[in-house]
Each structure stands twice: as C-alpha cells, then as structure tokens.
C-alpha cells in the first residue's frame, strides 16, 4: 500500500512548479521555495519569485505576464509554447517531464479567479498518469491517488475527499464513511481519527489534508 | 429559454447568505451588501459584516466564531443548529427557504481553505432544486443550470463550465466546444465570442462568468 508522510515530515521537493495564482504565504511553503533546487516560474509568478531574491530555472509561458525588466534581463529563462489548449500550469509541467523531473509539488496554483482553483486542482488528476505529484496550498495539501494509499496523521486533522472518476471508495480512520460521491462537496468535512488513516479506491481521487 | 443577465446589469438581490470565506472586496458586491434588504450570515462573517455598521436579518451557526461582544449584543438575531451534516453555508441556506426566500445570492463562500471553496461552488447543483440561486465572487458569478439557457454577454467575457451531471452539453457563442466533461479543467478557459451565448444540457452544470 502506498504511503504518504504528514506534509510537516516530508522532504523539500526536488521540483517545485510556482503558478501564477495567490504567492504563497504558509511558512512551510515559502521554506520549501528557499531550499528546492529547481523552481519552474508560470510566467507572473517569477515577477514575484524573482523579486524575492531567487532564480528560477526558468519561466514557463508567453512572457505577457512578466515586468518589462525581469523579461529583458531574464528572457534566456523563458519557455514559450504557442500552443492554446493547455494554460500556462500545464506547460510548465510538461517542460518539467521534458527536463526529466518526475516527482512535482505545484505551489502557488489556487486564490484569484474560483473557475482557475477549480480547474487547476483537477489536473492533478491527469498528471498523476506521468509523474508524481502534489499540490501545496497555503491551508494543506493535495494528492491524486487511485490505488489504495494509508496516511500518517494527527487526532481531528481535516481531510477532504473528491472522486475524480472511483467506482469503489471507502475509509478507515476516518469520521465519517466514503462512497462513491457524485457531488463535490459530499466527501468534504471529514476528520482524522488516529494517527493514521487510510484510503481505498478504484479510480481516481483527490486527498485534501490540512497542515 | 432562461435568460441571465450580465451580472452588472442586475438588480440588487433580494436575499443575500453571507458565508464565512474571504468578505467581499468586489465594488458591485460590497454594493449589494449595503443595499440589499435581506442578509443572513454565517457565524463569522457577522462579525465583519455588523462592524461595517450593518445589521443582518440572522445568524446562523453554533455563534463559536462570533467575537464576545457581538455574541451578546446579537444573541437575539442567532439561530443554532446543532445537526453535524451539513455545513453554516447549508443551514443559512435552509434558514432562508423556512422564511419564503425563493431567490437567492450567495457571497463570501470562497477563498481560504480550497477544499471548502469546492465544496461550496457544487451546493449550486443542490440548492437549485429548492431556490433561485446563484454565488457572486471577487472574479464572476456562478450559476448552475439544468436546460438550455442564454446569457447575456460581451466579446471576450471568460466563461468555465463545470458538468455537474449532464449527459448531454453544448455551446453556441463560445470560443471552444463543450462536450460531456468528465474532469473539471475541461470546461474551462472558455471565452464569448458575441453579446450572447447559450448553453444547451441535459443534467446540471455549473456556469461561471467573469465580471
């Protein structure tokens, strides 16, 4: 059964995506930012990053959303893909596959517009299919997972459940029961009951566990 | 066809929920705020509503995140439940249709904690059995829809739409084509292309405009 660590214990991540929604302000966020060694910038977000003092190893997107300075002294760094279909998070996320990086925490991607959180959650869900990923928030974390997964925990830590595409979906350790939801908020407001808990599934589904 | 009107061109709302996310900073929705003749809040959002010299027709919560002196002063105005279920935002929401409120907005229930903001966009779906209702944010208004139905628009407006369970979605006056989404991405980054669209579903779908 795969294992997830409380985010607290975990390792800084080997690659970090920064997206251009809220800049984060969790503690535990901004660490990771300073200690990882290779930050993608979705294009804004590098104003903010770069400005902070950090390099990234590189911008992802069409350069529109840059300082007319940090575009001009750091234009070496962009990415720019013409291509529409996808936004500026998914072009950053496959130059991360292209560069080889297989293991991804996504920052900065929720806050500003509800439809981009929204929308920006659920790729996980497709990404999971290449590469290992999260997203940390400034309130917890996300994972896709679609394979039976067991999560260290705390007493009454907040845990938030979304099916994604699961015909078999049920708990242990947690308050309230699983079931094979068929609206978003039905698997939200569940808690922790001991230190770990545990999540089985067929097909995939988005864990949401606060700090 | 139901018609909507761009959310600027509406009349104040005649019933307003104030949840406890992030208050309001958007002009039209601190607008309606002052003028709207019926507003309920949620536990905390009372505290900063009655602070900017207002007064809420309810309160509706366990009163566990109202500020002491408000708690006392307002003791009058709170109505409890002490059902576990369902969540503040569902209790206004029952609260209102106990007092004939059959048309109503919802502010104030995004932003912080994501899996909350999720979870409060798809009540949409549900509350629409019993009420009119729609959810105004910073960014756009959310509407959920279950038959054909125009908006009004303009060139350029971002439209994302989010299929709750239709099987069966289509578009007329939007830049890319909707089909039977099955991750929530996929409806969005949409644009009007003219002053109307119109959705055609069969099954519920979440609307949501930008301002």
Known sequence: ????????????????????????????ALEWLRQCPYVVCCDGAANTYIRSGRMPEAIVGDGDSLLPDIKERYASLIHSEAEQETNDLSKAFRFCLSQERKRITIMGATGKREDHTIGNVSLLADYMEQAEVSMMTDYGIFVP????????????????????????????????????????????LNEALARHFIIRTEGKVLVFRVF
Chains 1, 2 share one sequence.
């Open 145 to 188: 997972i679609r394979e039976d997964s067991m999560f260290e925990s705390y007493i009454g830590q907040q845990i938030s459940v979304f099916n994604m595409n699961s015909t078999a979906l049920s708990a242990e350790g947690l308050a309230y029961p699983l079931s094979v939801f068929t609206n978003w908020w039905q698997g939200t």
């Open 1 to 28: 059964m795969k294992e997830y660590k409380l985010p607290i214990g975990c390792d800084v991540p080997e690659t970090i995506i920064l997206a251009d929604g809220d800049f984060p302000f969790h503690p535990l």
